[in-house]
């Protein structure tokens, strides 16, 4: 590695952790602002507050925005090389423009080797305590819809739940009744319900129970009743979001499985599955339109550049929502409606390389 691609590499990645530490402190800022009663009331640890919901709150919200921090940093520090003359001075020195991409490719490459890794491996545990914290300390419950859930899961038995977390699968105000002939034969309340995936089994808390037994009546009382029952969380709907909480396997075997019931919720679950790759990859996209665009110096200055980038950032992201409504609304395939932005964005960035300045 020479010294020109050292110089543009340090820059780069430099630029790039310093706007992210500056974004992700505003972003912090503006939450606490947002939250600080919600935390004050709940009674939310500092250290829960601090290790398991902000700095999961800095994986997804940085990773989120990981591309179009990068593309405003190439923006930002390419603007600034050649407002100095420094981009002429390359040119001049005989180095191609296609040789001077190669150290921001290098950086773009090490930024979306990172991003796959975020998003296919830490940040679906990330997810999973950052959720779990703001079901038990911002929204206490979370409820599948408006009304309270039933579901019927043999000819004679009914389940009931008030609410049910599909994050860590605990459902409330928990009920059960059997009917034979007519009749009501067993009836169970209790305070919750919880589910443990090991081996599949129900653990009812501070239950109530009452047997109807040849016209004689049972009571049963107690704190803690392992049951089986034929029903799993997934069975109770799934918050959307929920999905950012699964690993790349598991979200693809659970795709397959909604598929199976024939969910409309499906599509949602794809976009999800196919954006963790479509995304960090965008990086390269966003930083050839970025050299392209900040290498030429004009009289405009940095400002002209920063603002024909927010311009492309805007409506980069229009284009993709645009995609993913198609996808969910019209029938649009799933995969298509990821990856089409950065197809266009893509081509959008081979006319304006071959304008560049050369």
Known sequence: MKMLDRYI??????????????????????????????FIKSGAPFYDIVVRYYLNFVFYYGNLFSALLIFLSVLLFTSQMAQRTEIVAILAGGVSFRRMLYPYFLGATILTGLSLYTTHYQLPRANT?????????????????DKNLHRQYSPNSIAYFESFSTINNIG?????????DGKLEYKLLSDRARYDSTDGHWRIE????????????????????DTILPLKPRD?????????????????DFIESERMRGSDKTVH?????YQRTAFPFATYVLTLIGVSIASRKN????????????????????????????????????????????VIY???GVILYFKAQK
């Open 172 to 180: 409330y105000k928990f009920s059960l009744e059997r009917w034979q």
């Open 236 to 252: 109770f709907g799934q918050r959307l979001n929920v999905a950012s909480t699964m690993g790349t396997q598991e979200l693809a």
């Open 9 to 38: 590499l340090k820059k780069f990645l430099g630029t790039f952790f310093f706007m992210l530490a500056i974004i992700m402190s505003i972003a912090i800022v503006f939450d606490i602002s947002e939250k600080l009663s919600k």
């Open 299 to 342: 009289r405009g200055g940095i400002g002209l550049h920063l603002a024909s980038g927010v311009l492309i950032a805007v409506s980069y992201i229009f284009a993709m929502k645009v995609t993913t409504v198609a996808a969910t609304n019209a029938g649009l395939n799933a995969l298509m409606a990821v990856w089409i932005p950065n």
């Open 346 to 348: 893509g081509v959008i």
């Open 206 to 225: 501070n239950y109530y129970a009452r047997s109807y037994i040849d016209g004689r009546e049972i009571i049963e009382e107690g704190k803690v009743l």
């Open 129 to 145: 305590i950052r959720l779990e914290f703001e079901n038990e300390y911002l929204s206490k419950k979370f409820s599948i819809n």
């Open 269 to 273: 679950y794809e976009i999800e599955r």
